[in-house]
């Protein structure tokens, strides 16, 4: 196995989904990088093309302070930040490596892309076995009525048993007897 410059564990701690997306907090991916956040944030305004809203976007106030309720950041006025973060997708982290130059970044990336490519299996593996399981439910569910419907029969054949016929008598004897 490869040498790995941070733990999978803390690399998937840092991934979160917000609109709809697998994405990663500015200063989370400095700090796996080992540089400063506002580094990291003046490499990316210097080359703002290459990172359109599906690669990078900012946080909105309502998604910050959700954020903060999950995680521990710290508050205005406390040294915190000044203004609501960036967050990068799995192809802006992808675009980060190119604009970063540092050996680190570049091992750091193909680890974080590692991740996410194994987050996205995890998630096609569950819905592979949410299908599975779906369609056990379905023969379940076909098998109760098929009992159901055996027993309504069986139910009838006690019944008609229950209920005494006469017999036509056969055979020699008289009737008399």
């Known amino acids: 196995m490869e040498n790995q410059l941070v733990p999978d564990e803390i690399i998937m701690n840092k991934i979160y989904y917000i609109r709809g997306q697998k994405v990663m907090l500015a200063s989370d991916l400095a700090e796996l ?24 976007f900012q946080l909105s106030e ?5 954020l903060t309720s999950q995680i521990v950041m710290s508050k205005k006025g406390r040294g915190g930040r000044r203004v609501l973060p960036f967050v990068f997708t799995e192809h802006g982290v992808l ?12 091992e750091v990336n193909i680890q974080v892309m590692r991740i996410f490519t194994k ?25 109760d009525k098929n009992m159901e419907i055996v027993f309504q029969y069986l139910d009838e054949l006690i019944d008609k048993k229950e209920e ?9 004897k008289p009737d008399n007897l």
């Open 164 to 172: 005494p016929q006469e017999r036509k008598r056969i055979g020699y």
């Open 119 to 143: 987050i996205r299996q995890m998630l096609f593996d569950n819905t592979e076995l949410r299908l599975e399981i779906e369609k056990i439910k379905f023969k379940i569910n076909d098998q």
């Open 33 to 56: 990088y080992n540089i400063e956040t506002r580094v990291l944030n003046q490499s990316v305004s210097r080359n703002l093309k290459r990172f359109p809203e599906d690669f990078m």
């Open 62 to 66: 309502n998604e910050y302070s959700s």
């Open 95 to 106: 675009m980060l490596s190119s604009i970063l130059n540092s050996d680190r970044a570049i």
